[in-house]
């Protein structure tokens, strides 16, 4: 099994899932279920991969508060490691409204105060004992990483949610690129997501810009990925959605587990499909990711055994109910 790194910042979610949205002046939405948990973009990535049974590291800057502490036993709970990470500062913190009626969500940020990660916090030696790094953003930093991975004959991976000049610099730094529809709709225009047709053309064009591995993520529609093995569209599944928070993070997670795992690209894009679909099932980012058994499980017979789901359900019910 292969290592996995990461660099990118958690954030403390307090998650809250309501009726509706309210939408007019002084209108008001009954809350039906909230949740603290962690989250940001590498960070549930690697809660992820931790919890398929991968083997995952976290670098970078967390909070030196309560919401820090709660993130590293979270880490700590899905087996990640983060002897590489500095305490300092507050943590960043998000509120996440999850409506019913859309099954959307709506988040209310506020970021970090910690000190800048720098180039000198960097301990190249651990970067280099893993073989996949996995990015959320194009900074100093993040080039700086990749240059060591590359170095040590290891894969960049990189989480293209959102589409910035900056990430489509880095690309031929990079070996695993996964986008978002919001990602590949700024490239292609608004819209372009709808039409299947092109989809091997276009993943063509970001490939030939440098990633070996190409994948987009359209939703429950599915997933499209372009590699030296062919093109290939891994169908989404159908499931009762609770919560869509975090969908795209642990779809990331699960992808680089099962290439670590030596999963063909296509069948990587098959498996993740399959674990961000269990994961929409729960709220939040993390209370729903499911074990390797249960995807497997899923993927067979189109249902799984929750009990896990439930035993993470009531760890995150309320703050501080993290043992």
């Not at 900056?166 to 070996?175: C, E, G, H, N, V």
């Not at 608004?190 to 591995?213: C, F, H, M, W």
Request: hydrophobic content about 40%.
């Amino acid at each position: 099994m292969k290592k996995i790194v990461a660099y990118g910042t958690p954030f403390m979610d307090f998650l809250v899932g309501i009726d509706h949205l309210p939408t007019k002046k002084d209108e008001g939405a009954w809350i039906q279920q909230t949740s603290w948990q962690g989250g940001g973009k590498v960070a549930s990535a690697l809660a992820a991969v931790g919890q398929l049974g991968g083997i995952a590291s976290m670098t970078g800057m967390i909070g030196a508060d309560t919401y820090g502490d709660f993130l590293l036993d979270d880490f700590h709970y899905y087996h990640v490691d983060t002897s590489h990470m500095i305490q300092d500062g507050k943590n960043a913190f998000s509120v996440v409204l999850s409506d019913k009626v859309t099954k959307g969500r709506n988040i209310l940020g506020r970021p970090s105060t910690s000190r800048a990660y720098t180039l000198e916090d960097i301990d190249p030696a651990f970067i280099a004992s893993h073989d996949i790094l996995h990015l959320e953003r194009a900074d100093e930093i993040s080039h700086r990483l990749a240059d060591i991975i590359h170095e040590a004959g290891g894969l960049v991976a990189f989480d293209g949610d959102g589409y910035s000049e900056a990430t489509q610099a880095m690309l031929p730094k990079i070996d695993i690129f996964i986008g978002s529809e919001f990602y590949y709709n700024s490239l292609f225009g608004e819209g372009a997501s709808a039409d299947s047709s092109k989809y091997e053309q276009n993943l063509a064009t970001v490939r030939a810009l440098g990633p070996k591995i190409t994948v987009f993520t359209f939703g429950d529609k599915g997933s499209a990925v372009l590699s030296d093995d062919g093109y290939y569209f891994a169908p989404g599944y159908s499931v009762e959605v609770v919560d869509t928070v975090g969908a795209g993070d642990v779809y990331h997670g699960a992808y680089l587990f099962a290439i670590a795992k030596g999963m063909s690209p296509a069948d990587s894009a098959q498996f993740a499909n399959a674990v961000a679909a269990l994961k929409c099932t729960g709220i939040g980012g993390r209370s729903a990711i499911p074990n390797y058994e249960m995807t497997i499980e899923f993927m067979q017979t189109g249902s799984c055994d929750r009990t896990l789901f439930e035993q993470k359900r009531l760890r995150y019910e309320s703050f501080g109910n993290n043992k």
